[in-house]
């Protein structure tokens, strides 16, 4: 699959939910940072500071996303592709950022109300996982803001070798409306 530049603005006359916008953007800000790092960059870490490589941290947002996107009514978030080619590969962090970002095109309303049983694990101590009830919107947010997070840490990784990346990259919506009304 051939790599494609995206503009979240490509979808602004669709009548997306805002979710759907807010995942869209999401991934957007991660294509636009893995176009603008290197092969070694995306494999290295950045110990004491950081233990995982962006790759790994992609690897993992990724994960979280494709267990939603599975069509059997069960997201399972324990479900995880450590040490998968995507760790290594950045064309294939890119690729599969733009398959979901097709596929979230293809989501409705009906589709984000969809109720799902999620399972997690919950304990450090005992391997002990909850199931729980949930809707596909509200999974969708819950992997866009935890995405953020890992790209915080991808945007500490990449600082620590002083190339700078976007404003906003790294930070939460919510932070980002605080600081839009600071200013």
Request: aromatic share 6%; hydrophobic share 35%.
């Amino acid at each position: 699959m051939t790599s494609h530049t995206y503009d979240i603005r490509d979808t602004e006359s669709l009548p997306l939910q805002p979710c759907i916008r807010g995942c869209l953007e999401t991934l957007e800000q991660g294509h636009r940072f893995l176009q603008s790092i290197d092969d070694h960059q995306y494999t290295c870490s950045a110990p004491p500071h950081l233990s995982s490589s962006i790759g790994e941290h992609f690897r993992h947002l990724l994960d979280l996303f494709h267990a939603v996107r599975q069509p059997t009514g069960v997201i399972d978030y324990n479900t995880r592709r450590r040490g998968h080619a995507v760790e290594r590969t950045r064309h294939i962090a890119i690729s599969e950022v733009e398959q979901l970002r097709d596929w979230l095109k293809q989501l409705n309303h009906a589709n984000l109300t969809l109720p799902v049983r999620v399972r997690t694990e919950v304990s450090l101590s005992q391997q002990e996982a909850c199931d729980m009830m949930s809707t596909i919107e509200r999974e969708l947010t819950f992997v866009a803001l935890h995405a953020t997070h890992h790209y915080a840490l991808a945007r500490v990784a990449v600082s620590l070798n002083h190339i700078e990346v976007s404003d906003n990259f790294g930070f939460a919506p919510a932070t980002v409306s605080y600081l839009r009304e600071k200013n």
